[in-house]
């Protein structure tokens, strides 16, 4: 069974600042997706990570694919308020499934 | 409007009634899912769909029936809705899975009492 673990569950950061969250599964995938989720609202995608050393960029975001460590970052360069939301990493199960497992989220909050 | 639409967005049954959620999407995507998200669980897939006639279970299936006659509507059935069916629903569409990112509607905020 694929196990998806995002950390840290709960953020809190300074506008201005860097950091990075982590997304570690537990089965070889090649796929790794990342959404965000405001309050009430639907998951929008960030990225689409489709093999091992992938790296995409967006604006203050940047993810990463490490297939080989099971291991996705999202980092935040210069956090506003507005990034403001909850992260989730999603993993294809395996070769040939159309499934996806959710990692539980990293709600972030960025303070003034 | 283009897009993918669900609907209704808020319903109250009550257990035991039968109740259908349905999502329409305009851009002809080959791909649709139904996740339900809850607290402490976040996203679990229930059931997929890869074509118009051709759908399989995902996670959390049991309860749930589906279909998809057409390719922009993949409505979902809760056959006898129970409390534990309590959930936000959402509706997902991809015109390349998984090689492509899924697109969310809106969801279905559903409560049974």
């Known amino acids: 069974e694929l196990k998806v673990e995002q950390n840290p569950l709960f953020l809190s950061m300074q506008e201005g600042k860097n950091y990075t969250i982590y997304c570690n599964y537990s089965?070889?995938?090649?796929?790794l997706y990342w959404y965000r989720q405001d309050p009430g609202k639907s998951l929008e995608s960030l990225f689409v990570l489709l093999s091992n050393g992938a790296v995409k960029q967006e604006g203050r975001l940047m993810a990463s694919l490490d297939t080989k460590a099971r291991l996705s970052t999202l980092h935040i360069t210069a956090a506003v308020h507005d990034l403001s939301a909850t992260y989730f990493c999603?993993?294809?199960?395996?070769?040939?499934?159309?499934?996806?497992?959710f990692g539980k989220g990293t709600k972030l909050s960025v303070i003034p | 409007d283009a897009g993918i639409t669900q609907s209704p967005r808020y319903k109250i049954t009550e257990t035991g009634r039968q109740v259908t959620l349905m999502c329409h999407q305009t851009w002809s995507h080959s791909y649709m899912f139904w996740y339900r998200q809850d607290l402490g669980h976040g996203l679990r897939l229930i059931y997929y769909?890869?074509?118009?006639?051709?759908?399989d279970k995902g996670e959390v299936p049991d309860g749930y029936v589906v279909s998809r006659s057409k390719t922009e509507n993949f409505p979902l059935t809760l056959e006898s809705a129970t409390r534990s069916q309590t959930s936000v629903y959402f509706c997902?569409?991809?015109?390349?899975?998984?090689?492509?990112?899924?697109?969310f509607g809106q969801g279905t905020r559903l409560t049974v009492v």
């Open positions: 089965t070889t995938s090649d796929r």
């Open positions: 997902a569409s991809s015109g390349g899975w998984p090689d492509t990112e899924a697109f």
């Open positions: 769909s890869a074509a118009a006639d051709i759908t």
């Open positions: 999603a993993v294809l199960v395996g070769a040939g499934s159309y499934q996806l497992t």
